[in-house]
């Protein structure tokens, strides 16, 4: 701290910078489970419908019903948790959490509150290439409010109850987050996973995947933890991140100003990146869990457990490990092929037609990739077959294909005609090299006619001169030629 | 009387000597002539009922196969989801709510072509034991007009004990069909807990609630309770095991091991002619050569509050959903959603639904949870433990379903705690989950008020325990 003395005190000069504070960050994540039915009643789950057509009496909560479990949800919680190497308890048992709102039909939300499905378990983020483990407190299941709408009309707020009666799960981080770049990386691990899983699509602007931070800062070195301020209704991980980063600030502010603020819960404004209060915890209500006598404990037995492990998919860690250490390739390319399930799947599925795994990976992160982003179509809808795009490997491999013109022009036809046979649409192409040395030898000679002497500048050491011929002799082959069988051809001539 | 027993009934209509058609009419003038008095009916489906009656008919004329409850009539008490008809808790705040299912127990009897003629009037949301917490009046006994049927399935007892249907569906939290069985000299069952589906019952307390039959015998009894069992895959909670057929009931013809609690007989509020009528029934059974043994129950005193405290909370939580917003009633007054939710409410539940309301709220808050919630279900664990162990060594446990005849109208409503205590006896088969029946027993010598002895049996002994009742049943005529 620098105090100017013999000048009036600027109170800029006396703020602290932020860097002085530690923040100290929980995430809750919710996730939307895509089961087909809801969590408690058979009613569909599915996205975008019309309002109120996905309901029942069940989840309108009508007088005289019952809810019943869903083992699917039960299944997709338990392979989060495996996934992140949590315990997963074998006695569950529901709680209801009571409070009066519009889109909460009954009154109360069934959920887990002594008894979380998961507990313990971690999720590993890498930010700014340093490696961080962030534990998880637990992972409890839940069912999702209906949904308020306070802009369809002039004068009331709507209700939409589709959603009244999804599963959720919420994941509970320990407050080991320190900024809104691991909260990035968090989120982005997190979501990685449920879509490998398959068990959420991942979508935060659709609201399948949510996401509350629980922030405060504290002076470094010290061990007294400031107020804890929550954030809600952050609609995509940049969001996460820019709220983090204004809150942090705030609340630095504040103290450096002496000021003390009141823990509270904020909302998220992304027009501007600032937070806003909206109501402080003080008033929070209490909620007064109990046991939901509705439904019996729901126990997971070993062999379920080991059921639902043999089903899960290969996950992200398993992926990069394979492609990191048995098909050696760089960590930049593990990174960008395991980040998506299905790119990943994609390369895997190339990588069973050819063993140059490094090719295969320039495929996918080259020229497949740009195709989906100019077409905007995500590769579930490429219809160019991995094999298809293996065989492409192979013609460059045995020299037959040269990397230009199986990417300017192979690829491209083939995109357009995907069920057609890859070697015959590159002859139709006329992209075909040859390696016919006679053929090859031929438009040598020519070329050699053309510039006697140049042969004898090489001959006489400028071997730089190479190039030319070369040149020469695939200009005269129409590109046709395997320019290694030229070079080579030449040098045997010359050399 | 038109007919005490469904047996005769059936007779009767394969002798045709009567047809169904003309049962149910029967049973619509008994309404006609008796209701506006009594008032345990809240609503009579007289020309559905007559067109079901006629269709049956039809069936047994022409030699068609009919359910084996062809010609029985009944009524359904007022927390009972029947598809397209109205249900409302005796509330206000259900007024005009129409279900949109039917209840698994009621519909397992209309598979049966059992014909539903009403719905009867109970306490709010089943909580009361005189019905004189009904949003629409209370109910009246029909032994004397002056005193109350008992509650909350009065309506369901004095349809029965009147003659305006034949046999009635009640539900039971902590004596609501034993107890106005008792008032009112019928027999009621409450099964073991999660025997029958609670699907399509409006939830009071879902740990303790149990639909239930109330009918002139015991026998008819058994034959309701057997077709209502067994397990339904809309309530989690309902029991998978398999239920055995009840019927033919047998002859208790084994020496039995009966256990009665002295606490009970000897507790202050014991009525003695009741009591005396109960030890007359114990040394009758001790000539027959059963083993009758009193023993200790220490726990009288710590059963109804018990019961209070889970029964509220539960509660609390379980009416939340009458909130004025998709369904039932709305004030006319609320402005915003937080008016909508106090004023409906506020206008829509009786005192005594806002009473355990606010009962419930209070032990779940955070600060007296321990105190009361988590300490009630000790008190309730221990309760169970020491019922399971009574019923290890005994074949059953008799006792009196009250400690008081009937009482009348008026009499214990200003006065909560004295009106909760009427469950004394009949609350420790619900907290323990057990299977427990009121027969009834004599009438008291005050205004010939009818009085009965509940029996409680091993949780899913249902078979046993009606057989014992039937066998009691013939010892007391």
Redesign the interface.
């Known amino acids: 701290m620098r105090i100017s003395i013999g000048y009036i005190v600027n109170l800029r000069t006396l703020k602290m910078p932020v860097e002085d504070y530690q923040a100290v960050i929980g995430l809750e994540i919710h996730a939307q489970l895509q089961t087909k039915s809801k969590a408690f009643c058979p009613d569909a789950t599915e996205y975008g419908m019309m309002p109120n057509t996905q309901v029942s009496?069940i989840s309108?909560?009508?007088?005289?019903?019952?809810?019943?479990?869903n083992k699917s949800a039960v299944e997709y919680a338990v392979m989060m948790g495996l996934a992140l190497d949590c315990d997963i308890r074998e006695h569950n048992q529901y709680a209801?959490k009571?409070y009066?709102?519009?889109d909460l039909?009954?009154?109360?939300q069934i959920t887990q509150d002594k008894t979380p499905i998961c507990t313990n378990g971690a999720v590993d983020i890498i930010t700014d290439g340093v490696k961080k483990r962030i534990s998880l407190t637990r992972i409890h299941m839940e069912e999702d409010s209906g949904k308020s709408m306070h802009d369809q009309d002039i004068y009331d707020?709507l209700?939409d109850?589709n959603r009244a009666g999804t599963p959720l799960i919420e994941i509970v981080t320990e407050p080991e987050i320190r900024s809104g770049d691991e909260a990035y990386q968090f989120i982005t691990e997190v979501r990685k996973l449920v879509r490998y899983l398959g068990i959420c699509d991942g979508n935060m602007e659709e609201g399948s995947l949510r996401c509350d931070a629980n922030i405060s800062i504290m002076k470094k070195g010290t061990e007294v933890f400031g107020t804890k301020v929550e954030v809600k209704n952050m609609n995509s991980m940049s969001n996460v991140k820019r709220a983090i980063q204004f809150e942090i600030k705030r609340q630095a502010d504040l103290l450096d100003q002496g000021e003390t603020f009141i823990s509270e819960t904020r909302g998220f404004n992304p027009l501007d990146g600032s937070t806003f209060s909206m109501r402080a915890k003080e008033m929070a209500n209490?909620y007064?869990y109990?046991p939901e006598?509705?439904?019996?404990p729901l126990i997971i037995s070993d062999d379920w457990k080991n059921e639902i492990q043999s089903k899960m998919p290969m996950l992200p860690k398993a992926v990069s490990k394979k492609l990191r250490e048995e098909m050696k390739l760089p960590e930049y390319d593990v990174e960008v092929i395991s980040e998506d399930k299905q790119i990943a799947e994609y390369f895997l599925r190339i990588a069973e037609h050819t063993n140059n795994y490094k090719a295969a990976a320039n495929w996918v992160m080259g020229s497949i990739k740009s195709y989906l982003n100019e077409n905007a179509i995500p590769i579930e809808r490429f219809e160019i077959s991995p094999k298809a795009i293996a065989e492409l490997i192979l013609l460059i491999d045995d020299g037959k294909l040269s990397n230009s013109s199986a990417a300017q022009n192979v690829f491209p036809a083939l995109a357009k005609n995907p069920n057609k046979d890859v070697l015959s649409l590159a002859q139709e192409l006329n992209v075909i090299q040859t390696s016919d040395t006679d053929f090859i030898g031929g438009l040598i000679e020519a070329a050699f006619n053309k510039f006697p002497d140049k042969v004898e500048a090489y001959k006489n050491g400028k071997t730089n001169l190479l190039g030319l011929f070369v040149g020469e002799v695939m200009r005269g082959s129409q590109g046709k030629a395997d320019p290694k069988v030229v070079n080579e051809e030449i040098r045997k001539r010359l050399d | 009387m038109l007919y005490q027993s469904f047996d005769q009934i059936k007779s009767d209509l394969t002798a045709s000597k009567i047809s169904v058609e003309k049962l149910v009419n029967h049973y619509l003038s008994q309404i006609e002539l008796k209701n506006s008095e009594l008032n345990a009916f809240l609503e009579v489906y007289a020309d559905e009922a007559k067109q079901q009656a006629k269709a049956i008919d039809h069936k047994i004329q022409n030699g068609e196969p009919t359910g084996s409850l062809a010609g029985l009539v009944i009524g359904l008490k007022d927390n009972?989801?029947y598809q397209g008809h109205h249900?409302s808790?005796s509330s206000k705040i259900?007024e005009g709510?129409e279900?949109?299912?039917t209840?698994t127990a009621v519909q397992r009897l209309l598979n049966e072509d059992a014909i539903v003629i009403g719905r009867l009037n109970c306490d709010e949301f089943a909580m009361g034991a005189s019905n004189e917490n009904s949003a629409y009046g209370n109910v009246k006994n029909a032994a004397n007009i002056q005193y109350v049927p008992g509650g909350s399935s009065g309506g369901s007892a004095v349809a029965v004990q009147s003659d305006m249907c034949f046999a009635a569906l009640g539900s039971d939290t902590g004596g609501s069909i034993r107890q106005p069985a008792a008032f009112c000299g019928q027999v009621g069952a409450k099964p073991t807990y999660g025997k029958i589906s609670?699907?399509?019952?409006?939830?009071y307390?879902?740990?303790f609630d149990q639909i239930g039959a109330i009918t002139h015998t015991v026998t008819d009894n058994a034959m309701l309770t057997e077709l209502m069992a067994g397990y339904d895959?809309?309530?989690?909670?309902s029991s998978q095991q398999e239920v055995s057929p009840y019927l033919p009931l047998q002859n208790m013809d084994r020496k039995l091991k009966i256990a009665y609690i002295g606490d009970c007989l000897n507790h202050e509020g014991m009525d003695a002619e009741i009591k005396e009528k109960t030890l007359e029934l114990i040394s009758d059974l001790k000539t027959k050569g059963h083993t009758l043994t009193e023993i200790d129950f220490p726990y009288l005193d710590q059963m109804v509050p018990c019961y209070y405290v889970l029964t509220t909370?539960?509660a609390?939580?379980n009416?939340?959903?009458?909130?004025g917003?998709?369904?039932g009633y709305r004030s006319s007054n609320s402005t915003d959603?937080e008016s909508t939710?106090t004023l409906s409410r506020t206008e829509g539940f009786g005192p005594e639904v806002k009473r355990r309301i606010m009962l419930g709220?209070f032990v779940?808050?955070?600060n007296h949870?321990d105190a009361y919630?988590t300490k009630a279900q000790k008190v309730r664990q221990i309760i169970k433990q020491k019922t399971d162990d009574i019923l290890k060594e005994f074949d059953f446990i008799l006792l009196p379903t009250t400690s008081t005849p009937a009482f009348k109208i008026g009499e214990k409503s200003a006065n909560p705690i004295a009106m909760y205590l009427a469950d004394l006896f009949t609350v420790q088969a619900p907290l323990a989950g057990n299977p427990a029946i009121s027969i009834p027993l004599s009438t008291h010598s005050i205004d010939n008020m009818p009085f009965g002895i509940q029996l409680i049996a091993a949780r899913h002994d249902e078979k046993g325990m009606f057989e014992m009742a039937k066998y009691l049943e013939d010892i007391i005529q």
């Open positions: 009496p309108l909560g009508h007088p005289g019903t019952l809810p019943k479990h209801r009571n009066f709102y519009a039909p009954k009154g109360y707020t209700v109850y209490d007064r109990f006598p509705d439904l019996p | 009972l989801c249900v808790a259900l709510f279900s949109q299912f209840a609670r699907w399509g019952l409006l939830s307390a879902s740990s895959e809309n309530d989690a909670t909370a539960e609390s939580s009416l939340a959903r009458y909130s917003l998709t369904f959603l939710f709220t779940l808050s955070s949870y919630y």
